[in-house]
């Protein structure tokens, strides 16, 4: 494209040459978009991370009260299902301040990643719409020699 806009006429050509830079100023652009998007994802993937050790808490507990269930079924292990309790409301108790923590921190990382990506596509965005009218207001520098209504458009030359 940038061989054969400068065969063309001034104007055109030099419209042709600077919407050709508009158009690989978005590519730029989209590169410096994918970069973003991919700190996005290993916010989010870090939260994942976070989630699966809340996870874990959660099914440590329930497989103590389950144990817990199954001992007090037996009037002989009345004693075992006492230890267990005691177990799981020290667990409880002990992770009741990280599981706090560990909502309120995957909150804020959903709400910081998902605030730094909608504002890096509100950005991208407005970059496009700027190169869009930027690029239609150089078209507008192309002068038609004449219309087909008055009789005088001439058709390009090869």
Request: glycine share 6%; aromatic share 6%.
């Amino acid at each position: 494209m940038m061989v054969w806009s400068k065969s063309q006429t001034d104007d055109v050509g030099d419209v042709l040459l600077k919407l050709n830079l508009l158009i690989r100023k978005i590519s730029d652009y989209e590169i410096r978009f994918g970069s973003q998007y991919e700190g996005f994802r290993e916010k989010i993937k870090y939260l994942r991370t976070k989630d699966d050790s809340l996870c874990e808490m959660g099914r440590r507990q329930s497989d103590l009260q389950a144990r817990i269930l199954d001992a007090s079924k037996s009037k002989l292990r009345s004693a075992k299902a006492r230890l267990l309790q005691s177990e799981l409301d020290d667990i409880q108790k002990d992770s009741a301040p990280a599981e706090t923590e560990l909502q309120r921190l995957k909150r804020q990382l959903i709400k910081d990643a998902y605030t730094e990506q909608l504002n890096a596509i509100i950005e991208l965005g407005r970059k496009m719409q700027i190169i869009g009218d930027h690029g239609k207001q150089l078209l507008e520098h192309i002068d038609l020699p004449g219309t087909p209504s008055d009789g005088k458009f001439v058709a390009g030359s090869c």
